[in-house]
Every structure is written in C-alpha cells, then in structure tokens.
C-alpha cells in the first residue's frame, strides 16, 4: 500500500514537474523529476528496461529527508520519471532511505536493498541516529517494505564497526544462486571498511567478512561500495569522505575510489593489488555498476560532489547522473569510455584533419553545447609544444578550459570561468600517460556539464558548469606548434 508520504511526494513532483521545461534540463542526462537529487540507487536491468532510481528530496534543491526517485530507460539515454518509489515512512526509516541497490528475485520480482536511518537521540541529548539494511519487494514500480525489516542491524557485527555509519547496501547474485551484499561502515579509528554479508535467499542475512580496510590511509568512512569481477580482477568500488590529496591524487575530498585485486570465493578473501581514483574531475561521486544483458559492466555516479553543491534560489532541480559508462580493465588500469549507445544519437558530423594549431583558433562548424567531440593533439613536425589549450563552453564572459602540458604529462581542467558562484576547487590536474606529445580527448557536452575521456578512457573527467547556453564556443590554441584532427558530431534525441 502506498503511504502518505509516498503518496504526497508523487502528488508533489507530477505537479510541480509540469513548471520544468526540457529545454531547462540536459538533454540525455539525468535529472531529479523535481528538487534534489544525489547517489544513484538502484541500478538495474529489470525486464527489459534499465532502471534508475536516485536519492531525492523532491521538496527543496537542497538534501532533505531521503525518498528514492525513479526513471528508465531503454538505452540510458532517454529516461522517463516513475513516481518516486520509497519514502520515509517507517519508524526504522523515519529520518531518510538512503543509499541502496536493486535485483531480480528467482519469482521474478524486484528486491530493493537500501539503509534505514532512523532518528535516534542518545541518553545525553545527541542525536545519534541509527542505520540498518532494509529492503522493499516489488514489480519495478510499486515496492512493499518487507515485515522483517530491518534485515541487518549493526548488533551482530563485531566489536570497532559503527551502528550510526553503516550504509549503502549493494546487492549481487553469487553463481549458485545466493545472495551477497557489501556495506560500508566506519571503523573505531574513524575511518572505514566495506563488510560482506550473504543469504541464501535474499532476505535472511548473515555477516560473513571485512573485505578491506581504510586504516585511514585513504580518507575516512567509505560510503557506496560495489564489488565486481572486471576482466579477470576483482574491483571493491567505494567513496571515500575527507580524503587527503596525494600529489595530483584525491583532492576532491569526498572521492572514488577502486581498490583492484583478485578475489579468493571460497575462502572469501579480497587481496588489494593496488588502487586507482575512478574520476579526475571536479564533479562525481557515489559510483554504481550494473552488468548490462550484453555483458558489459557499465557504472552512472552522481555527477555532483558534496563540496560544490551550490544551487541558486531559482533553480528548479539540482543534481543530475553522470552518462553510463562502460569499464574494461587494460594494461593495469580500469579504463572507462562512453556507453555505446550515444554513437546512435549522432548527428551533424564536422571534421578536420591534420590542422595546425598555435594562436588562439576556431573551427567553422565546430561548437555547441550537446556535443560528441574527440580531438587528437599531436607536436607539429619535430617541434615541442609546451602547452595546448582547449576552450569550450565558451563566451564572452565565460568558458571552461583543458590544458595539457606534455613536458610533465598533466592535464589540468578548470572551470574558474564558468558561471559557478563559489570561485574554489575549480581546478584538477592529474597525470596522464606520456605519449610523445600525442592526446586523444574525446569531449561529452551536454548543456551543462562536461565529461572528458582521455586517451581511450585512460582517465575521465567530470564537471559541471552553469554557463549561459549561449556560450557554445569552441578554440584551440597551443605554444608551441601542434596539429589537431577534430571529429564533432551534435547528439540528436
Ligand atoms: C553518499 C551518501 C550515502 C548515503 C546518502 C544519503 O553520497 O552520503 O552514504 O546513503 O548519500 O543521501
């Protein structure tokens, strides 16, 4: 049955929906229906259809009392809203339903896993509120929590792992039909570790082990995990809150972390080989993965970070998902590229080949804010280059910028130009792999966001900007000699 507050939210965001034109959203990027959205929940192919489900406040553009907002789609690219699917309703949940994940039960219906929060006010006045796994059974649309909820409380966990941060439940099928299931939980040193819980039908759950540990090495609680086997590696996802730079690594403070090793199933035994950030730019956290019907592992995140949500009093929903994203593991590191299916929705093709390049220049054609864009860079002839730059969303006033510097291997992304009214953290470098002064950048736009995929995925960069649409400028300029081929199509729904 569906509750009050369910019912209210559902009344709330059809109607307030309506005052939201498509042309004030990306255009193949989701959004909250209205108000506040963060981490993806939910990911999942189910019938047919991707779902998509997020952490939303449909009351306000700023986080509040966590309901889960919902959308498919058939290829991640043109989503359709669902009425909301949870509320907080529920004494065990009464203060948010947070982060969780979704699978298909052997009768065919839908399992919802997500954390209950539910207030809670110590003997000395604090609040202290309490976090437990919960789950929701149902048909993709309409979800009944289940009687036993809460399913896994903190009690039976062992001494040092936290009842109040112990959250974001992602749900997986072992290969004999059970079930599995990480959460993340802060440790007694205050920083984090991802537990491992399995059941043999999805319900009744057991703790099984501590997968791996902070040791506050990298940041402190780790929220959202995911565990998944990549191309003969074993990948524990997690983000990690109040991390510390290292060198060009981890300065978003809340970041993405992959810890990549291999994974011992009967012994249940994760070894860490070794660690990789997930994204270099400035916007992206809370990553989640599905394995799409065709066998790709494919992960959206919320293209946002906790230090850079700033919405303005007129805006209409704030928040939106990364594009899907399909990982491989190559030479050593998870690479990730664009989801396939946007090669579908390419339009108007323009291209230059072997062009050269030095002061600032434009390219006939060659511009726009929905954009599918790759460039590659190389030095002209024996020349070195000592930088080159890339402008887009570009006016008068405004632009966001790519520089590479081939001498040290950096890149360096900035968006101190671009309509963000908090002039810090707007600039990321990280290191990308010294190819002779050759780059390849490929280039997502999408109104009001960028994704950067460099050499073949090597890296990724995230961002978002608020820039008028009408900056739709694009320029090339280097110092030093470089030739470019640019190949720009417009993305088409
Ligand atoms: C991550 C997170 C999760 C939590 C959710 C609450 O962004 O903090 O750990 O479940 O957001 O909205």
Not at 98 to 104: D, P, V, W
Not at 174 to 184: L, P, S
Not at 301 to 308: E, S
Request: glycine share 8%.
């Amino acid at each position: 049955m569906t509750s009050e507050l369910l019912q209210k939210a559902r009344e709330y965001e059809q109607r307030v929906s309506a005052y939201i034109s498509p042309s004030e959203r990306p255009v193949f990027h989701l959004t909250p229906r209205v108000g506040w959205m963060n981490d993806p929940n939910g990911f999942s192919y189910y019938k047919g259809q991707y779902h998509l489900s997020y952490q939303y406040h449909p009351y306000s553009t700023k986080w509040g009392p966590m309901h889960w907002g919902h959308a498919v789609s058939r290829d991640l690219l043109h989503w359709e809203y669902l009425p909301a699917t949870l509320a907080p309703d529920q004494p065990y949940d009464d203060a948010g339903c947070f982060s969780g994940s979704a699978i298909e039960l052997d009768d065919g219906r839908q399992l919802l896993m997500y954390t209950g929060v539910e207030s809670n006010i110590g003997e000395d006045g604090v609040r202290r509120d309490l976090q437990t796994q919960c789950l929701a059974v149902g048909d993709g649309y309409e979800f009944e929590k289940v009687p036993q909820n809460p399913v896994l409380s903190g009690d039976p966990l062992p001494e040092g792992f936290s009842r109040q941060d112990f959250r974001d439940p992602k749900i997986f099928r072992n290969e004999d039909g059970t079930f599995g299931c990480v959460v993340g939980v802060r440790t007694d040193d205050g920083s984090g570790a991802i537990l491992l819980f399995e059941s043999p039908d999805g319900f009744d759950w057991h703790f099984v082990t501590v997968l791996d540990r902070c040791w506050n090495e990298f940041g402190r609680m780790w929220e959202c995990p995911d565990f998944f086997a990549l191309d003969g590696k074993q990948i524990l996802m997690t983000s990690p809150q109040d991390m510390s730079a290292l060198g060009l690594e981890f300065h978003n403070g809340n970041g993405t972390l992959l810890l990549i090793g291999s994974y011992d199933k009967a012994a249940r035994r994760f070894e860490r080989e070794g660690v990789q950030a997930v994204d270099y730019g400035l916007d992206f956290y809370a990553p989640q993965t599905i394995m799409s019907p065709d066998g790709r592992r494919i992960m959206v995140a919320w293209m946002q970070n906790w230090d850079t949500c700033h919405a303005q009093p007129e805006d209409k929903w704030f928040g939106q998902m990364t594009l899907p994203r399909e990982l491989a593991f190559r030479d050593g590191r998870v690479v990730q590229q664009p989801i396939r299916e946007l090669d579908a929705l390419r339009g108007r093709r323009v291209a230059y080949f072997d062009v050269p390049v030095q002061e600032e220049l434009t390219l006939r054609g060659v511009y726009g804010r929905v954009i599918d864009m790759t460039v590659t860079v190389r030095p002209r002839g024996s020349d070195a280059y000592t930088n080159f730059r890339m402008k887009f969303a570009s006016g008068s006033q405004h632009y966001t910028s790519i520089t590479y510097t081939p001498l040290t291997s950096t890149l360096r992304v900035s968006r101190d130009h671009s309509g963000t009214n908090r002039d810090f953290v707007h600039v990321r470098e990280c290191f990308v792999r010294d190819r002779g002064g050759e780059l390849k950048l490929r280039l997502i736009l999408d109104r009001f966001s960028a994704e950067i995929f460099v050499n073949d995925g090597e890296q990724a960069l995230s961002l978002t900007f608020r820039t008028p649409l009408s900056a739709d400028g694009i320029s090339f300029q280097s110092q030093g000699k470089t030739v470019i081929n640019v190949e720009k199509y417009d993305i088409v729904m």
